[in-house]
């Protein structure tokens, strides 16, 4: 079947000729491989996009129409999926660099725990009263779980949830000022 013209052998593959396939892809694929590495300078992503390009060609052959040679047709296709990879990498990159010029400068909330801390407990104290105070530090500062706090308090859920919310907005309240 080595002999066989590439349209015999695109004849055969339209009706599902594994065995055509087979032949076309032995035939072109170093070909192409090395026409798009020498795009690419990268022997792997070439190899990427000769695959891709056999995939789709196979997924696609009832529909492909070949009017030029078989190899012109591949080789054209290779470089259009070889320059649509590298015009997204482009634009990729840029974006990504435009990003990283507009986004403010990463900050790291951990840095800054301490501090924060330190001003929401001094609100906490200074505008909250002694009990309702005392819930939130457990709740957030030490973390405990909020059935836990009620039981210890002998409160139920609810009521300790308005706590929360009651005092979270007075506190928003008090640092937005």
């Known amino acids: ?22 032949t076309l892809y032995s035939r072109y694929e170093r070909f192409l491989r090395a026409k798009i ?15 891709d390009l056999f995939v789709d060609f196979w997924e696609k052959r009832e529909r492909i129409n ?8 591949l080789m054209r296709a290779a470089i259009n999926r ?28 951990s840095a800054h725990k301490d501090s924060l801390s330190s001003e929401v407990v001094i609100a906490m104290d200074k505008y909250l009263p002694a ?4 819930i939130m530090k457990q709740v957030y500062l030490e973390g405990r779980k909020q059935q836990e706090v009620a039981d210890e308090l002998n409160i139920s ?7 929360i919310v009651r005092s979270g907005k007075a506190l928003r309240k008090i640092f937005k000022k």
């Open 131 to 134: 009990a309702d105070s005392n």
């Open 82 to 109: 070889a320059n649509n990879k590298l015009s997204k990498r482009k634009t990729d990159y840029h974006r990504e660099q435009k990003y990283s010029r507009e986004a403010p400068p990463f900050d790291d909330p």
């Open 1 to 22: 079947m080595e002999n066989i013209e590439d349209a015999r052998l695109l004849s055969d593959i339209k009706n599902g000729c594994q065995k055509a396939f087979g």
């Open 157 to 163: 859920l609810p009521t300790l949830r308005g706590v």
């Open 37 to 51: 590495t020498y795009l690419f300078g990268d022997n792997i992503e070439a190899e990427e996009v000769v695959q």
């Open 66 to 73: 070949v009017h030029t040679d078989c190899r012109g047709y």
